[in-house]
T-cell receptor
């Protein structure tokens, strides 16, 4: 079964609104989680590293004020897309590090902004 | 900045063939390298993890090799099956951080 759960799996929102995506590690604590986005037929692009209890580390070119990341507990990281626009429509996927080098990915969340 | 290239971008083969998927990366100072499988519209499934000190890893019909100094990794799939149809992603790990940089993937179709 899944060890990293993402919710919602699909979401449609209106332009200008904000939407939150949750990433939960099941049965293990994840001090570090990662957020990626994937455009159709393209590869995964790392957006940011989410660290429990501290600010996220964003990759170059990713707007931290637009993509708010909160890692408030050892099992939950959230990504909030603020003031969403149609170009933010994408597949967002998180991963969590478990015991050294093992990385588990969530099932991903499809965001459509209309 | 690490750049990852996967060749071929797409591959269509009849069932039973042995396959070779190639991955190259520009920064050889990697911590490890992983191969993942992604089904359409789904998340990622880890297939093989090779530490930087290792040369290869095997799991069932899959074998991944790593030549860190030349910046190359290869995924071999033996006796391919229609169920192997998916996109295969190569991702070298940057330091002991868990951060992965992905290639564009190879989309494989195995025809019955």
């Amino acid at each position: 079964g899944a060890v990293v759960s993402q919710h919602p799996s699909r979401v449609i929102c209106k332009s200008g609104t904000s939407v939150k995506i949750e990433c939960r590690s099941l049965d293990f604590q994840a001090t570090t989680m990662f957020w990626y986005r994937q455009f159709p037929k393209q590869s995964l692009m790392l957006m940011a590293t989410s660290n429990e209890g501290s600010k996220a580390t964003y990759e170059q070119g990713v707007e931290k004020d637009k993509f708010l990341i909160n890692h408030a507990s050892l099992t939950l990281s959230t990504l909030t897309v603020t003031s969403a626009h149609p170009e933010d429509s994408s597949f967002y996927i998180c991963s969590a590090r478990f015991r050294g080098d093992t990385i588990y990915f969530g099932e991903g969340s499809w965001l459509t902004v209309v | 900045k690490q750049e990852v290239t996967q060749i071929p971008a797409a591959l269509s083969v009849p069932e039973g063939e042995n396959l070779v998927l190639n991955c190259s990366f520009t920064d050889s100072a990697i911590y490890n390298l992983q191969w993942f499988r992604q089904d359409p519209g789904k998340g990622l499934t880890s297939l093989l993890l090779i530490q930087s000190s290792q040369r290869e890893q095997t799991s069932g019909r899959l074998n991944a090799s790593l030549d860190k100094s030349s910046g190359r990794s290869t995924l071999y799939i033996a006796a391919s099956q229609p169920g192997d149809s998916a996109t295969y992603l190569c991702a070298p790990g940057s330091g002991n951080t868990g951060k992965l940089i992905f290639g564009q993937g190879t989309t494989l179709q195995v025809k019955p």
